[in-house]
Each structure stands twice: as structure tokens, then as C-alpha cells.
């Protein structure tokens, strides 16, 4: 049975582009420690940036006739850009401890506010980061085992 943890940043951003560097980063430092370190091969992650607020997103997608999948287009109440970071691992490996460790990391490095949380149903809270966020990347074995959520860059 997966587990999921929910890594909560406190801190908003101004622009959608200091967010997307950001995203950028934490993606790349999270994917090299999966990498580099063996005790957590088994662990999946997804990281989505968002400025709309839950309770008033609405996906839409813009057809413009061309080849090629449609843009998606999220509309809804806008609130400043934030982050939307969940880290995905079964009994046997080590999620909780990989979420403290980037917990710990996000706050020393990157002066963030960052909290922990844990969520009952995955496939919930991937829809929701799929409803919510404008641009999310998703990394792990977890994904590739999935049809319906494959390893993908989406804008």
C-alpha cells in the first residue's frame, strides 16, 4: 500500500518566474538525492506550481486547430504563486524520512516555512495537483507503473 506525504511551503511568491526557478530546483535536487542515495529507490515524487485557488479552478483546454495536444488552461480566483509538493513511497521505503530530510533541507538552504503532512488517497491528490496547477513534473517508478499518469513535463 503507498503512502503519500504532502510537503506544505508557507511562503508565496510574486512572480511566475522566481516560482518556476524554484520549481526548477527543488525538481533537480530531489530527483539527484533519489539518485545518488540507494535507500530511496522506491520513492516517487510530484511538484506543481499553482496561483489559482482550489475552490475556484476550473480546467478548460484551448483547441487551436494545430497537431498536438490542446494547451490547458486553468481558470479560477487568483491567489499569489505557491507550491504544491507530494513525495510518494510504499511501507518499505523510506517517504517519511525522504520528506523530513527535503523538509529540513528547504529550510536551511531556502529559508522556507515548510510543514509535513500525510494523505489517505493518492489518486486524489493527484488529480487535484492535475486540477490545480499550471505546470507540474512528476518523477519515479510509481508514475512509469501507471497509464494513466505517465513521466511527463506539462505547460
Known sequence: MPLIYSINISDKFKSEDSIRKGLKNIYQFMKRYIKNNNNFSNISFVIGISNVNSNSAKVTYNHNKLRGRPRKMITGENVEWHFHIYVIGNEFSSA????????????LKRKYRVSISTNDNIDNALNYVNKQCISYWKYGQYFNSKNSYRESHIK
Open 96 to 107: 517519511s524520512y525522504f520528506s523530513t530530510l527535503v523538509k529540513d533541507i528547504l529550510i
